[in-house]
């Protein structure tokens, strides 16, 4: 219940205030943190088809790798803005919103061309 | 307010089905862009020291591309989750435990030394 | 002519020194700088299916534009490996020789799996 | 001797021929991969002072591991090179020749801000 993103932010700070890591948490190294592990989410899939991942996808243990992958990526990404003082609802309404208007439902639809290059 | 990483991922979905990227959006593509968004991140703070970055943080048009590549590490991060069956509360929650397990506050205390390395 | 590694790091040793740049070579950052380049890379073959990746390799604006990208995963490649005394050359013969043990030709053919998982 | 780029690139062809992995080098799976070991790469260095990161470099098991992990990020860079017809002498020589006009060393010396963005 309440507001899920603000609770595992809350969750990670006492986790990191209780083992004195707070130290190692400045922005930058965050930043880093948060690549490696989005990086770490993508070898999951390398060399793969889309078959074998539907496939690895019904495997519990490839499940549940993927879901720690997913659950770091996370925890950085709360971290990193919890430290720079964004507030990540906000920041996604925001850049949904210009998403919006960047990308027209009409251009757009069935069209992964960058908005950059939309005529 | 109710559950915010829902909401976030239910305004993802409507966007995306407007426009009809659900084609694009298979787990290995989206995990390409999550790793790209997070790299995109990083960027931002390259080259820089503390000082500088602190002295960033204070410009409102640094603070608004930091915000932005949040955004969008968030929008694709609920995606994937949602395009591989993931819960990320749970996924959190459960990592967490981990976590808390692999590093006994008394061992960690202040000390980055990777779980595998602890003695 | 000559050996192509140790000639692309003394190029870029020079424009580095002739900028004063040597200052933010720290290893870290350069590993930063590195693995952004590489998000980089990755990004121009976002979305994008593998005739898409034909067609686009058949043109010159596009090849122009992945061309950048590698040499810049090269230059900061080169720059990592002189900032940290490790010889590419050599690197390179090592790991291959033990990647050749730990992938037999007779169990490794036609299958990606990484060598961990080979029975 | 001879031409140290080409002969890495001639190694790992083979070494890739001979267990028949060509099936899964296409462009896509090649950038992702080098992606993946950039991020590899950097993790050696999280969390890490310059100060940890100079002791680290003394240690021979740590100079082990970030030697094999630059082989990697090498041996993907020429097989993406490779396989997208790049030559990538040429691209660094280009790409260094368009880097000294874009950032002149009189407004550039100590100054590591991007081109796009010096006055």
Redesign the interface.
Known sequence: ????????QQ??KA?SA????D??H????L??????????????????T?EQ?EKD?QNPEF?KE???E??????Y?VL??DK???D?????????K???RR?P?EK?????TKYTKLT
């Open positions: 219940m309440g507001n899920s993103l603000k609770n595992v969750a990670m986790f209780a083992r004195d890591w130290q190692f400045d922005p930058k190294n930043a880093e943190a948060l690549s490696i592990e989005a990086g770490e989410t993508l070898e999951l899939f390398l060399w793969k889309k991942i996808l499940k993927l879901s720690d997913l659950a770091d990526v996370l925890h990404l990193l803005a720079t003082g964004i990540l609802e906000k920041a996604s309404a925001e850049k949904l210009e998403a919006s990308y439902v757009s639809r069935g069209n992964a």
